[in-house]
């Protein structure tokens, strides 16, 4: 009955992250499953760094994932106090020794091995009862041959399986990939003498092309972006490393990074940080990785975490692969912005624009909440008015063909006509704000005997954006500025007059 613990035995589950890079979308999932279910029964869930690989862990990778699963709000019950494997080294040398001790373990080339010499069974409560024959186990490392220094490093099978019995952790949730590691731990809990936990295996993430979601998808979209276009040359300064990692004898990130930004293409967001520097809401990437194997029933799609910690259970987790479907998170996303008030949009989106694209912050000044108000229903991210509204900070570099012809050259020069002789009101315009802009506009397409103010405002939005498109004129003329407005005008008068 796992959806309904002993009261005796108090639920701890835990999440227990390698420090070797950043929380990715399938240790969030882990983590909030994790959360969910200590919550719903009123347990605790535990962090814990598994830095037994200390060649590839680092300080920074833990503040890193510390640093998202608070963004995430997904806070452990021993925040402030977080065991890293590499500290407890006595602990699993004494399992060691006791296994040795029982003739359970033997010594190999310096290395110790269990020996895997029974069927194992055990229950998994996503994938049900499973049975591994002895002649498939082959006996594991559980501990590695000493360090130069002396030191002694279990593996992760040891470490995991010892740390999960002193921390007492009765629910271990991960991802289906360890499903395959089962055996050797339950292996291990019975050979150490300790009640097994119990083991809730998560169905993996795919992408929608049937490849498994993984960090490895950066690296192979820059690579394919640099074969594509043809780069030969290494953009970085070591040429057999940039040769190595286009014949995928590598993954460097650096090397992917480097490349994105010489070419200009994106890459796949994959770890929690890229979601964030896109803008997705917390809440938001929280409700759509539960979905990805889980689902309250009901046909509920849209919950928070306090809805999750009421009714997650693993009773309703599939085994079937979850599909990642950019599109729907971003329509969720989408929905969730519009659906903020107002000012609360406005904030959510200076902070984003704070950390990630200051110069607007600086430029639009007082008139942040105004940009705000223009891009909040458009906006599928936090990021999207960065893109929508990137005219704010940089004038045009050039104009669109289309957008030219249709509005300024087409009869004659009829838009540039109009273009410069609204360029003649301007100043004429005080105060510089949306209704006294508005007005000007009006009596500007009177005085003209224009059919609509769209005869003024079409060339006006291509003399300041480039484009035909922007958010009502009037407001955009007001935040850009009197003589910005006026600058933009005539550079645009000259450089179109050139082109024709
Ligand atoms: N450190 C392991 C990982 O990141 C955790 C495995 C487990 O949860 O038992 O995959």
Known sequence: MPDTPSPSQPVVTRFAPSPTGELHIGGARTALFSWAYARRFNGRFLLRFEDTDQKRSSKQAELNILRDLDWLGLRADNHDDIPRQSQRLDLYNTATRKLLDMGLAYEDAGAVRLRMDQDVSFRDEVYGDITVKADE????????APEADGRTFPTFHLAVVVDDVHMGVTHVIRGQEHL?????????????????????????IMNPDGSKMSKRDKAKTARNAAQQAGILQSPIDDPKRYEAFLNKDN??????????????????????????????????????????GWNPGDDIERFDLPFMA????????????AKFDRDKLAAFNQEALAALPPDEFATKLREHFAAFHTAFVERLGDG???????????SKTLDDPATLGRFFIDAPADYDDKAVKKNLTKNDGEGLAMLAAFAETIDAIEPWDTPTIQAGLESFTVDKQLKNIGGIAQPLRVAITGSAVSPPIDATLAL??????????ARCLETVHDQA
């Open 137 to 144: 186990l082959e006996d594991f490392v559980i501990r590695k």
């Open 180 to 204: 395959s590691n089962t055996p050797k731990h339950a292996r291990l809990y019975d050979a150490l003498g300790h009640a097994r936990p119990i083991w809730v295996h998560t169905p993996s």
């Open 251 to 292: 993954d460097d990130l650096d090397i992917a990074l480097h490349i994105a930004s010489v070419l200009g293409v994106e890459l796949p967001e994959i770890d929690v940080a890229d979601f964030r520097q896109s803008g997705y809401l917390p809440a938001v990437l929280l409700n759509y990785i539960a979905l990805l």
């Open 310 to 321: 009421e009714h997650f259970g693993f009773d309703r987790i599939n085994r079937k692969n």
């Open 368 to 378: 942040f909440a105004t940009f705000a108000a223009m891009y909040q229903e458009r």
């Open 480 to 489: 850009l500025g009197q003589q910005e407005v006026k600058a933009r005008i």
